[in-house]
């Protein structure tokens, strides 16, 4: 039974069963959260994963969309596709 209700919470969550006022309330808290991240120097957004672009874009995006989800999406797809590096000089 445990089981059902964990999936059918994972189900509803991802199919956006909230109501309006709950995901926009959620996707406020979560812009708030990125805009902290807009007050990192570069050093330590390359520590994250992310580059100033990246954080000034998700600041952008509509109250519709979670801009913390986006983010992660959109670093995640760049870090695919780039070339893997080897170790040596430029490495460091």
């Not at 994972?10 to 007050?39: P, T, Y």
């Amino acid at each position: 039974m445990r089981d059902y209700v964990l999936n059918r919470a994972i189900f509803d969550d991802r199919i956006g069963n909230r109501s309006i006022f709950s995901r926009l309330f959620h996707n406020w808290k979560a812009r708030r959260e990125v805009n902290l991240l807009a007050g990192f120097d570069d050093f330590m957004l390359a520590d994250i994963g992310v580059s100033r672009a990246d954080v000034e874009w998700a600041t952008r995006l509509p109250i519709t969309t979670d801009p913390t989800q986006a983010l992660e999406h959109r670093t995640t797809l760049r870090q695919r596709h780039e070339p893997a590096r080897r170790p040596g000089w430029g490495a460091y």
